[in-house]
């Protein structure tokens, strides 16, 4: 009897090794494979998106004007020297990074009509008209600048006494803003010299202010 219970002892014994070697030989006893830390990937940094203000542009004003004159050292203007003013420009800007160049032309009509204090007679404000050159900074959608060039104004009067025209300079400072990447607003102070105005030692001066609106192209 005791051999045959050895034998079952030892099979007992032999059983578990052997589905403990069957499973490590499966795998199911290895080691752990260890998974590498993830390396952290610096974000790739996005340029800014800058404003090209390069293009053609027109548009339209609205705004206010007011008149002085001397004749020979006297005011030759009396009663109301302001009016409205209204009209149309077209124009070309190069954007060259953080400066822009640009160019201009403009037309205003008014109705501004003030007395003549040294006649009986009236002073109306038929038009002006101005070639322009515009200096700026790029400020995004904001474009800062200032602007001078020649004008030509062009008056009447009830007896002709200042009827026809004549050209003098000015100089100002404006502002543009895109709305979007077709139209933009804005708005833009003037100040305007007529020298020897239609005739010797009549000096005219004027003040404009307008807002404005524009197409791009």
Known sequence: MKPTFKAVRASMLAAPLAIVAGMASAGGLSEPVATP????????????????????????QLGFG??????????????????????????????????????????????????????????ELDTVTRAKL??????????PYLTGGVAQARTSSSTDAVDGDDDGTFAGLGVKY???????????????????????DLDVEALTGTLRASFRF
């Open 134 to 143: 515009l200096l700026g900074y790029d400020a995004g959608r904001f474009l």
């Open 37 to 60: 830390a993830p390396v952290p990937v610096a974000p790739v940094p996005v340029a800014p998106v800058g404003t090209d203000w390069t293009g053609f542009y027109a548009g339209a």
């Open 178 to 200: 895109l709305l979007s990447d077709t139209f933009m607003i804005g708005g833009e102070v003037l100040q305007h010299q007529f020298d020897d105005y239609v005739t010797d």
């Open 66 to 123: 007011e008149l002085e004159a001397e004749l020979g050292g006297t005011d030759a203007l009396d009663g109301d020297e302001s009016g409205l003013l209204f009209g149309a420009h077209a124009g070309y800007l190069y954007d060259f990074g953080n400066i822009v160049l640009g160019g201009e032309l403009d037309i205003d009509g008014s109705n501004i009509e003030p007395e003549l204090a040294i006649a009986d007679d009236t002073f």
